[in-house]
C-alpha cells in the first residue's frame, strides 16, 4: 500500500479556506485537474492528460471540515482512500493536509506531487484573497 | 562563425560496451573512430547511477547534493541552471532530441513540461528561467522527445501511431498493471525485460532520434552554431530490439561476461562480503530501486538469461553505432565537420548479470559507475588524441560545453572542463570524482557516498532501513577490476579507508536543503 501525505500552512482562517476545498465541484481552482463535476455521493474528475476518474464521495464533513474519497470504477486502482482536512493552526491560520493511501503504490506518489502543488496554489489563493 | 556541438548520450550503457573500450560482441565503428581522433575517458563516472539525477548533473554541471535531484522522481527545478540556456544566450541554436528526463515521465496531471510538450506536439515550452527572464524550457528551442516504447505523451509516441497504431504494442510493456515496473520475461530464456519486438528496424526510436537530429539541424542555416543533444533512449532495457536485427548477435554463442560468477556459492559469497543491501536485493528481500521490477527475484537469473540480455543490449549498441553513422554524414554534407566537436557518453551504466545482477541501484561498482566517456574536438582546434586515466565526471560536461563555445565556466558548474590529457587534468585538479545515492521508496531508505581516485573506490553506506552507518566498500581497481575483494574491513587498509573518506567528504558539496519532494516513481 503507497501511503503519502502532503500539508501546507495558511495564513487564513480555516473557515475561509474550507470553504473553497469543501467545494468540491471547485477542486480544480487550486488542484491541477482540469474540470470537476459533482452528483450526489459521486464526483469525476478530468485531468490535463484527459484522463477522468471517477470518484465516491466518503466524507464530507462541514465540522470536522474533512473531505474523503474513493476511485472507483478503475481495475487499475484496487485500493484507495484519500483525506484532505483543514485545521487550525492555532495561531488564527490553517493547516491543510492532503493524504492518500493507495494500490498500485507507484501512483500515490504521482497524487502527492499533485497534492503538493495543489496546495502550493491554494496557499497562494488564500493568502492573496 | 563558432564550434558546433553534438552531444550524444545513450541510456544505461556499459563502459565495456563499445570496441574502443575493449568490447569484442558489437561491432561499434563510428563511435571507435570518434575515440581513435579524439580523447578517451577511461575512468569517468556519473554523479549519480539513475537517470535523472545524472542528466540533470549533466545540464547543470552540478553535482546531485546541489542541483537537487537526489532521486528518479524528483523533478529539476524549472529555475535550475541549464548550460543549454547559457549557450542559448550566447548565439548557439539549441535542441533535445530523444530522451530527456529532467522530469518525471509518470504524469498524467501534465504539471511538467516535458510532458506537455510532448503531448502537445509542442517544439518548446517558455518559462522563466534562473535569470528571471522568459526562456525555452531549459534553454532548448527545440526538443524531439522519446523513450523507451511506443507509448506516453512523447513525440517519438504520436509520431508512431500514425506511422503505425498497432506499432507500440510491439514494444515490451514497461509497467504492468500494478504500474510496477513489469517482472515478465521474454526472448528465448524467458529473461526479465526482454522481447522479440516485431517493429520494422525504421520504426524504431534509435532510427526515429537520428532522423530527428538530421531534419532539426537540416533546418538550420549553414553559418548557425548550435548545440544538439541526441540522447538515445537505448541499452536501457526493455531489451526489445527489432527482431530483424537479431541474427547481428547470437546469444547462444556469447560466453557469460567475466563479471557474472557462475558457481553460485561463489557468487553468494562475494555478494555476503558487500553491504547487506546487495544479498538482500539479489534474495528479493529489500528492493529501493522502482525501475528493478519488484516481483523479480535476482537469484532465479540464469547463466542464459544473462547471454540473451547481453545480446540484445550489443544489437541495440550496433544500432545506435550505425544511427550515429547517419548523423555524421549529414552533418558532413553540411560542410560542418571541421568544426564540430562531439561528446559521447552515457547517464550511468547496467549490471547486465554482473555478481548475478541485473538493471542498477545502490550498486556503486563498475558496472553502473565507469561510463564510456569520449570527446573528439573540432579538427580546427588542433587537439591532439588521447587516452586520460585520471578520474571525471559528467559533471564536468557544462563547462567543457562552456569552453568550446569559447565562455567563462559558469559560476554555477561545480567542476572543471573535461581535460585534453593527463597533464591537462593534473593542471585542472582532477583527483576525485564523487557519486551520491539517495531512495526513499515508501520507507525503504538507502544512501551511499563514493569517492574514485589514486586508484580506489569508496563507499559509505549512510544510515538507512537496514543499514547503521558502518558499512561500506573498498576496492584497489588495478588489483580487484571486477571488484570482488571488499577491503572495507581489512584492518591491513582502515587508514587508506579513512584517508579516502576523510577526502570524500571534505568535497562533497553541502546538501542544498530542504530536499525536493519525490512527485513520481520516476
Known sequence: MGSVRRHVQINRD????????????RQHEWFPLTSCRVEGKKRWITLPSGIVFEEDIVTHDHSLRRFQY??????????????????DDGHGGSIVVYSTDMEPEALALVIAGAAGEGLHKLKALMEVA | MGRKILFI????????????????????????ELARTGIVYDRAHPQNVVCMPSRSTMLTGQHVSTHGVWMNGVPLANDAPSIASDLRRSGYRTALVGKAHFEPFLDPFLRFAEN????????????????????????????????????????????????????????????????QVNAAGGGETNAPQVKHNDIQRELYHTEWVADQTITWLSSLPADADWFCWMSFPDPHHPWDPPKSELGRVNWRELDVPPGYIQDAAERERVLD???RHWRMWY?????????????????TLTADNVREVNAM???????????????MTSIAARGWGDDLDVLYTTDHGELQGDYGLLFKGPYHVDSLMRLPLIWRPAKSANVAPARVAAPVGLVSLASTFASIAGMQRPDYAESERLPLNDDDARLLGHERVLTEWDSVLFGKIVGARTICRDGWV?????????????????????????QRNNLWSSSQHTAQRDALLDDMWSSLPTRVLPLRACDAPV
Open chain 2, 313 to 327: 543490449a550489443h544489437i541495440e549498441n550496433e544500432l545506435i553505432d550505425e544511427a550515429i553513422g547517419r548523423v
Open chain 2, 9 to 32: 548520450t545513450t541510456d544505461q550503457q556499459r563502459y565495456d560496451a563499445l570496441g574502443c573500450n575493449g568490447g569484442q560482441i558489437a561491432r561499434t565503428p563510428v563511435i571507435d
Open chain 2, 273 to 275: 562480503n558487500k553491504p
Open chain 1, 14 to 25: 480555516p473557515d475561509t479556506v474550507w470553504r473553497l476545498v469543501g467545494d468540491l465541484a
Open chain 2, 116 to 179: 506537455r510538450i510532448g503531448s502537445g506536439g509542442l517544439e518548446t515550452e517558455m518559462s522563466i528561467g534562473e535569470n528571471g527572464l522568459p526562456t525555452p524550457h531549459r534553454g532548448f528551442e527545440h526538443f524531439s522527445l522519446a523513450t523507451h516504447g511506443g507509448t506516453g505523451p512523447f513525440h517519438y509516441a504520436r509520431w508512431l501511431r500514425e506511422k503505425n497504431p498497432a506499432a507500440a504494442a510491439m514494444f515490451f510493456q514497461v509497467l504492468d498493471q500494478q504500474l
Open chain 1, 70 to 87: 474513493r476511485m472507483v470504477g478503475n481495475p487499475a486502482i484496487t485500493s484507495h482512500l484519500g483525506t484532505c482536512d483543514v485545521l
Open chain 2, 458 to 482: 569508496c563507499t559509505a553506506m549512510l544510515p538507512g532501513t537496514v543499514h547503521d552507518g558502518t558499512e561500506g566498500e573498498l576496492y584497489h581497481l588495478a588489483n580487484d577490476p571486477l
Open chain 2, 283 to 299: 534474495d528479493g528481500t529489500f528492493i529501493s530501486n522502482y525501475e528493478a521490477p519488484s516481483k523479480w527475484v535476482p537469484k
